[in-house]
């Protein structure tokens, strides 16, 4: 390959903006922010940035994307609704959950399962029982294919049936048969998207895989050379492999972003990526992203492998309003000074003067915004507004992080996202977190992350095993490790499997992943268990452990990082200071402008330029 034929794109496309980090040995990094165009082809969006950047096909190297199409599709429900063919008896299923209420206060709980992901006339029992050993019960029934001539063409459809990831007999010929009748379905089979047992979380996970099939093949078709695309468990993989199961891209921006805040933690450390859709929260622990089974965007909880993060629906695109006198919050719209016509959390910081009226290239009307303010509240004042959805993001964040056994008053708070550094400080002083954490380039934050992603690739198996018994997954795991390094062998890439077990106290439904090494002692594997529980959960009780699943992972670098990022240059405005022009310590009140992102100082806060390009904002007294 020439010289010429260097530069490794990372390419983040969010609900709002498409952020470019673009390096290449020898040279600068070259950064880009861009509105994004609805309705543009990716594709041709992508061309068009480097285009700007100034660099031609010939000389890309390697495309990696992350995007967050996956998480706000599902997030405001315009993912496309999935038939369901399942076991006999557990059509309900989507329903029921598992009867449980994360908030045990609230009146109306929303559904385990979103009405418009399963709707009930397209769901489909097939008589035939696997047992829960594996076996076959009952052999399977004859499908109703008559009921899929409904179905619109290139619909979805999820197949679930009951104990399947212990014996996927009979999937495989459900999705034979449908595969004959109906060829241009996109299927999701269970046993693959979700191996793991409890039949309602591996539902709901598969209903969400079939989802999102159709939005991302339209999506993300049409390139000239494949992008390697990052899955929510913060490795890149090649497109048709992550295609293969999308659920894995539920998370894949914000999975971008854990990397980045992982590269600048000090010790622990709470992400906060605020963008216009949503707000995601991460976790960090000694400068290790914590490893997740769940992901959580808004009521839903997907069982899928990632790091540990939760998205809010807020966002600098979340609309506000008034009900009997009260400021609600959502769900989400075009902010009026970008040509929408609904006030949102964007327009009020507008018109309080905290953003530049050019903002990433995008023209911002500081009249439309406060228009749609007055139209709201009968005044162009948003800011109660937007001390609501910094106070509501500040209880959540500090809930998560101490559910996960991480104190806020000790952790940094690492901003990123276009909005997150706006509003750092303010959710930090809530949280009772006293430092927070500013890149050099905070609004790219997720492109940064995606820039220095590894490759790699993960394989699971379930089990229901005491600790003891711990010998019997060492022929499991070298057989996933092979099957592992040999799938990265084909992508061109050598790379070595870790294996990490999902543990529990016997009669614990919850799991924690714990480190594992094959033949090493039963006692330091227990000793490790018993640390991640305490910690996690602020007491380990000991008695008998259990090993509820085996799952093997491969990573490997994919090329050098882009090293330290510049400063964004702004231009200068009344009432804010680029960051640029920063260089001592100074306290708030104060605004600092970056072409990607405002950074805001509140009186209290003291803003530290550091060496390797960060702001360091420290609560002072």
């Known amino acids: 390959m020439s010289i010429a034929a260097a530069y490794d794109i990372a390419c983040d496309v969010g609900g709002s903006f498409v952020d470019v980090v673009a390096h290449a040995p020898g040279r600068a990094p070259l950064l880009l922010k861009r509105a994004h165009p609805p309705g543009m082809a990716l594709p041709s969006l992508i061309a068009a940035l480097l285009g700007e950047m100034g660099i031609a096909a010939a000389e890309v190297a390697r495309l990696r994307l992350s995007t967050t199409l996956a998480t ?39 559904p385990p399962t979103p009405p418009w992901l399963a709707p009930r006339g397209w769901r489909i029992e097939v008589a035939g029982r696997i047992g829960p050993k594996g076996e076959e019960a009952v052999p399977l029934g004859t499908v109703a294919l008559d009921r899929l001539s409904r179905l619109p063409q290139g619909a979805a459809v999820a197949i679930c049936l009951l104990f399947s990831p212990l014996n996927p007999l ?14 241009d379905l996109r299927l999701s089979l269970s046993h693959r998207v979700d191996p793991g047992l409890r039949e309602f979380e591996r539902m709901l996970a598969t209903l969400a895989d079939a989802a999102l099939k159709p939005l991302l093949a339209e999506a993300l078709a049409g390139f000239d050379t494949a992008p390697w695309v990052l899955r929510a468990e913060g490795a890149v993989a090649p ?3 992550a295609l293969a199961q999308p659920l894995g891209l539920a998370m894949s921006g914000p999975a971008a972003g854990v990397l980045a805040v992982a590269a600048w933690a000090e010790g622990d450390a709470i992400g906060l990526d605020m963008g216009g859709t949503t707000t995601e929260i991460s976790l960090v622990r000694s400068g290790r992203p914590l490893p997740a089974r769940e992901i959580g965007i808004g009521d839903l909880r997907l069982r899928c492998p990632s790091l540990d993060i939760e998205s809010l629906p807020l966002g600098g695109g979340t609309t506000l ?35 530049p009226e050019t903002l990433s290239g995008l023209a911002l009307d500081v009249a439309a915004a406060r228009a749609a303010l007055h139209a709201v509240f009968g005044t162009a004042d948003g800011l109660p507004a937007l001390a609501l959805a910094e106070a509501s993001i500040a209880e959540q964040a500090r809930r998560i992080a101490l559910r996960r056994g991480i104190d806020p008053v000790r952790a940094v708070l690492v ?36 820039a220095m992603a590894p490759a790699g690739a993960g394989l699971e198996q379930p089990c229901d095993l005491p600790l ?29 499997a870790r294996h990490v077990l999902e543990m529990a106290y016997a009669g614990q439904s919850e ?56 400063v964004t240059v702004a231009a200068a405005r009344p009432g804010a200071l680029p960051r640029h022009a920063l260089n001592a310590p100074a306290a708030g009140p104060l605004l600092l402008d970056g072409i990607d992102a405002t950074i805001r100082v509140p009186p209290g806060w003291m803003a530290t330029p550091r060496a390797d390009g960060a702001l360091l904002l420290e609560a002072v007294g």
């Open 72 to 110: 706000n599709a599902l997030a405001s429900g315009t993912a496309s609704p999935v038939a369901l063919v399942t076991t006999q008896g557990f059509c309900d299923v989507p329903e029921l959950g598992r009867q449980s209420r994360r908030n045990p206060d609230a009146l109306y709980p929303p």
């Open 170 to 183: 009979h999937e495989l010929a459900v999705a034979e048969a449908i595969a004959i009748a109906r060829p």
């Open 239 to 241: 497109l048709a492999e």
């Open 321 to 355: 309003r008034l009900e009997g006198g009260r400021i609600r919050l959502g769900p989400a719209a075009r902010p009026a000074c970008c040509g929408g016509d609904t006030a949102t959390l964007t327009d009020a910081a507008l018109a309080a003067g905290w953003l």
């Open 415 to 450: 901003a990123g996202g276009g909005a997150g550094p706006l509003h750092a400080a303010a959710i930090a002083a809530r949280m009772g977190t006293r430092r927070v954490l500013v890149p050099p380039a905070p609004g790219l934050l997720s492109a940064t992350g995606l």
């Open 468 to 496: 003891d018994a711990i010998a019997e997954l060492l022929a499991p795991a070298a057989t996933q490790a092979a099957a592992l390094t040999q799938k990265l062998a084909t992508w061109g890439i050598a790379a070595e």
């Open 511 to 566: 799991t924690l992943p714990i480190p594992w090494r094959p033949g090493e002692a039963i006692e330091t594997l227990a000793a490790r268990f018993d640390a991640e529980h305490a910690a996690r959960r602020g007491h380990a009780p000991g008695g008998a452990r259990r090993i509820l699943a085996l799952r093997s992972l491969a990573r490997a670098v994919l090329g050098p990082s882009p090293g330290r990022l510049p």
